[in-house]
């Protein structure tokens, strides 16, 4: 069964500027290719994402292309750097624009993201992952994506120390080896998905 993912990194940082967002995005495409998926990353902070919660904000709004993406994937990976405690900017743009499919529904009542699996990363020097982790998870299920079991890793610095999750010579093992079953667990739920429908209400 072919399974396609999305990851959407959203640094703050634009164009090639190292990123540990796009480290750890990078990192979880590796794990879901593993594990039989296959995707691309999408710098977000590149895209003239407008404001707004429509699915199209007109003339120069970029966010179309992105959401052509989300909706040709099986899986979403959302990585999201830790500015003062919280998400990034990028990160809640992309939640708020996410919200237009609340009201997309197909033809047996069904939200048109239900059957789409979604997971989460989070880095920063400073606290806020779990917080982060947990307002990711209730936006995305919001609007009809499953969070599988232990569906997100995060790395957390020394606070204040200024090192980057991709300054690191290597991973943390229990990073990895998260991030790695929440890959696993991910591609499992989607073929599940793919085989055993949610119900209609109509």
Same mark, same amino acid.
């Given at each position: 069964?072919?399974?396609?993912?999305?990851?959407?990194?959203? /640094?703050?940082?634009?164009?090639?500027?190292?990123?540990?967002?796009?480290?750890?995005?990078?990192?979880?495409?590796?794990?879901?290719?593993?594990?039989?998926?296959?995707?691309?990353?999408?710098?977000?902070?590149?895209?003239?994402?407008?404001?707004?919660?429509?699915? *199209?904000?007109?003339?120069? *709004?970029?966010?179309?292309?992105?959401?052509?993406?989300?909706?040709?994937?099986?899986?979403?990976?959302?990585?999201?750097?830790?500015?003062?405690?919280?998400?990034?900017?990028?990160?809640?743009?992309?939640?708020?624009?996410?919200?237009?499919?609340?009201?997309?529904?197909? *033809?047996?009542?069904?939200?048109?993201?239900?059957?789409?699996?979604?997971?989460?990363?989070?880095? !920063? @020097?400073? *606290?806020?992952?779990?917080?982060?982790?947990?307002?990711?998870?209730? &936006?995305?299920?919001?609007?009809?994506? /499953?969070? =599988?079991?232990? !569906?997100?890793?995060?790395?957390?610095?020394?606070?204040?120390?200024?090192?980057?999750? @991709?300054?690191?010579?290597?991973?943390?093992?229990? /990073?990895?080896? /998260?991030?790695?079953? &929440?890959?696993?667990?991910?591609?499992?739920?989607?073929?599940?998905?793919?085989?055993?429908?949610? =119900? !209609?209400?109509?």
């Amino acid at each position: 069964m072919s399974l396609r993912t999305l990851a959407l990194n959203c /640094t703050l940082k634009p164009g090639d500027q190292p990123s540990s967002s796009e480290l750890m995005a990078t990192q979880f495409l590796d794990a879901l290719r593993t594990a039989g998926a296959e995707g691309e990353v999408v710098r977000v902070v590149d895209h003239d994402v407008r404001p707004g919660v429509e699915a *199209d904000m007109g003339d120069g *709004d970029e966010w179309p292309r992105i959401r052509d993406k989300v909706l040709a994937a099986d899986i979403l990976v959302l990585v999201s750097p830790t500015w003062m405690g919280h998400m990034s900017s990028v990160a809640q743009r992309a939640l708020e624009r996410l919200d237009a499919e609340s009201a997309e529904t197909d *033809d047996r009542g069904r939200p048109h993201l239900y059957g789409k699996v979604a997971v989460v990363g989070v880095v !920063g @020097n400073e *606290d806020g992952a779990h917080k982060i982790t947990a307002d990711l998870y209730q &936006a995305l299920n919001d609007v009809g994506f /499953t969070i =599988p079991a232990q !569906g997100g890793t995060y790395w957390n610095g020394e606070a204040m120390s200024g090192v980057d999750y @991709n300054d690191l010579d290597e991973a943390p093992e229990a /990073t990895l080896s /998260t991030l790695s079953s &929440a890959a696993r667990n991910a591609v499992h739920l989607a073929s599940v998905l793919q085989t055993q429908e949610y =119900p !209609g209400s109509e």
